[in-house]
């Protein structure tokens, strides 16, 4: 018999006829839940007691083995009698359940949320009506231990989440008019989302209801100011200012645009063979569009780029391949590749081109593929890249091109990563880079600058600075549709909270909603390890034990993480042979971060060369908060690891 679960309302499970299994009692009820919660890791009877009873009488071990024998009985009612149970199973000194990913609603739920990040706007929409449509009431409902709570309270805002991922996909295939009723629901319900507000007045507007619009956003402002004492956000003011100046992207359907777009490419096929070269320097610029529009565009950008690249060479033009390579100048701001392997593929492209090009040929073209190489040579220790960088910038400065400026002093800030402390010279590049953009229209470099700031001005512990670089940065987003900007100002405001003296529960959960919006945004160089090094950057700094499942995914940061979980595991040895394998930390924006948490190490350990290490490589930093240069976490001040290192060297 196949048995599915359902924790998004009563706990409850059914047969494979869809009938409801009799769990008995509301004991039992809890154990399934809370197995269910621990998404199949094992719970030790202990942990079991101790979140079924507030004070557990002294019988509470035995009783727990009784709730599962009743459960098992329940489950899997054709078992033989001594036949070993197959969904919930004995481990070790607990217990766990071994159901299929598809057979718990809450886990379905959540698959089809993150898988609905990734589509384009139907597919999510199908996808997001398919999850919402399995909630039937309350998570855990009638239940209240701290557990059940924290599990409600996850559940609820993924679901919140995805209310408004449906309305914004809605918006998208310019079906306004029925995103409306369920947005006025949702702002009735929760009234303090400034998004849902911004969302439903979007809705109206594009609906031809403007009035109403304007009405929705000072309902919002009023709510705000004399409930929370607030202003609206920056987006929330953009957009009444945008409703006012009936902007043009504020009530235009898609057919407009859409049918210039299909008139112009039918134009195009017919004008430009298919064999002609052109082809391939327009795509690249298609490409360069829609590497910032989001999950779905920024990965089908990355990988047709390597085969544009490639049919370039293939075409025996070193001249054509070296502007195939070079014309793909999309910012970044993140100095780890989503695609390593591929990122060296197209620096050695760049150098074959490099090498190929004739004497006395285009500067601007021989800086664009140098740029190319500081850019996607960043996170490594090339000495080619940050030569690169600096050939790349005098090129540009000497030509006094702005584009081709802007492209080089991303490639100079990509290169700005080779020791600690240097947030104040990244911060002079984004503060060139805005103004730059500013004066020439470089609209995503702009965005570049902003958020460079934001990260630089974190890591000197200006995070009013900070905040006025993320609120500029999601105004042209807004307005520009750049949606992966959300991203990272979103985990900023994460990263801000915890390190402006939130309490570490309520950072934790800041920074797991924060890995919602990074979930499926196809950047896996950001996403891969980063919530739980954050978490572990939360506890190691307010002295919080390392504790995490043995499956945790720390993704590159697993050598630094490691010792500090053998450690609070009560695993010594380990940790000390773990700590003496942890190589220098890559160039990159967690650099002071991570050897912080290589130093805390030593101390739990003792050693004494890797204190000495941490600390030299530290102190040019001393003014900075560790790892708030990333604009995404942050482990504290560097000055008390400092402080605490030279006592734990006798200094």
């Not at 002295?543 to 630094?560: E, I, K, N, S, V």
């Amino acid at each position: 018999m196949r048995v599915s679960c359902g924790v998004l309302g009563p706990v409850t499970a059914w047969d494979d006829a869809g009938t409801p299994i009799d769990l008995k009692g509301p004991r039992h009820r809890a154990v399934l839940g809370r197995l269910i919660a621990a998404r199949g890791r094992v719970l030790s009877v202990d942990v079991l007691v101790d979140d079924l009873w507030q004070a557990p009488p002294a019988g509470a071990v035995s009783a727990v083995r009784t709730f599962v024998a009743a459960l098992r009985r329940a489950l899997e009612p054709g078992r033989p009698p001594r036949e070993p149970a197959r969904l919930l199973v004995t481990d070790g000194p607990g217990y766990a359940l071994r159901a299929d990913a598809d057979s718990v609603d809450a886990w379905l739920f959540e698959d089809e949320v993150a898988a609905a990040d990734a589509a384009l706007p139907q597919p999510a929409l199908e996808q997001l009506d398919r999850a919402l449509g399995r909630w039937r009431g309350p998570a855990y409902a009638g239940f209240d231990e701290p557990w059940a709570r924290a599990e409600r309270a996850r559940l609820e805002q993924l679901r919140l989440n995805a209310v408004e991922r449906r309305a914004e996909a809605l918006l998208a295939l310019g079906r306004a008019t029925a995103a409306v009723p369920g947005l006025d629901a949702h702002v009735a319900e929760h009234p303090w989302r400034e998004d849902a507000w911004r969302l439903l007045a979007l809705a109206l507007s594009r609906a031809g209801r403007q009035g109403d619009a304007l009405a929705v956003l000072r309902r919002a402002r009023e709510l705000l100011r004399d409930q929370l004492g607030v202003d609206p956000g920056p987006r929330l003011r953009q957009l009444e200012i945008d409703i006012l100046r009936q902007a043009g992207e504020v009530g235009a359907g898609p057919s407009g645009p859409a049918q210039v777009w299909a008139q112009t490419a039918a134009a195009y096929e017919r004008a430009v063979v298919p064999g002609a070269r052109a082809r391939l320097e327009s795509t690249v610029g298609l490409l360069r569009s829609l590497a910032v529009t989001g999950a779905d565009g920024l990965a089908a950008a990355r990988d047709q780029r390597v085969a544009a690249i490639v049919a370039a060479e293939q075409l025996g033009d070193p001249e054509l391949t070296a502007r195939v390579i070079g014309g793909y100048d999309v910012p970044a701001n993140w100095p780890r590749s989503d695609d390593p392997e591929q990122a060296a593929r197209v620096v050695a492209a760049a150098e074959r081109a490099l090498a190929a090009l004739r004497p006395g040929g285009s500067d601007a073209t021989r800086a664009r593929l140098l740029a190319t190489i500081a850019v996607e040579s960043r996170g490594t220790r090339s000495a080619r890249g940050p030569a690169a960088a600096r050939e790349a910038e005098a090129i540009a400065r000497r030509l006094a091109d702005p584009t081709l400026l802007a492209f080089a002093l991303n490639g100079t800030f990509m290169q700005t990563f080779h020791r600690a402390g240097l947030a104040a010279e990244r911060d002079a590049t984004g503060a060139e880079l805005v103004a730059l953009s500013e004066r020439h229209a470089l609209v995503t470099f702009e965005v570049l600058g902003h958020l460079v700031r934001l990260q630089a001005r974190g890591a000197l512990a200006d995070f009013a600075g900070a905040d006025g670089h993320a609120a500029a940065a999601d105004r042209l987003a807004d307005r520009h549709e750049l949606p992966l900007v959300g991203v990272f100002t979103g985990w900023y405001r994460a990263m801000r909270y915890a390190a402006t003296g939130a309490p570490p529960a309520a950072a934790e959960a800041a920074y797991r909603e924060a890995a919602g919006r990074l979930t499926g945004a196809g950047m896996p160089g950001v996403e891969r390890g980063l919530l739980p090094l954050a978490l572990l950057g939360l506890r190691v700094w307010h002295r919080l034990p390392a504790d995490f499942a043995d499956d945790t995914d720390w993704g590159p940061y697993a050598p630094w993480a490691r010792p500090l979980v053998l450690l609070a595991d009560g695993r010594a040895r380990q940790a000390a042979a773990a700590l003496r394998r942890v190589p220098e930390p890559p160039p990159g924006l967690l650099f002071e971060a991570l050897w912080c948490l290589a130093g805390r190490a030593a101390v739990g350990v003792g050693d004494r060369a890797v204190l000495g290490r941490a600390r030299e490589a530290l102190l040019p930093a001393a003014g900075e908060v560790a790892g708030a240069g990333s604009g995404m976490l942050t482990v504290g001040p560097v000055a008390g690891y400092l402080d605490e290192f030279a006592a734990a060297l006798g200094d």
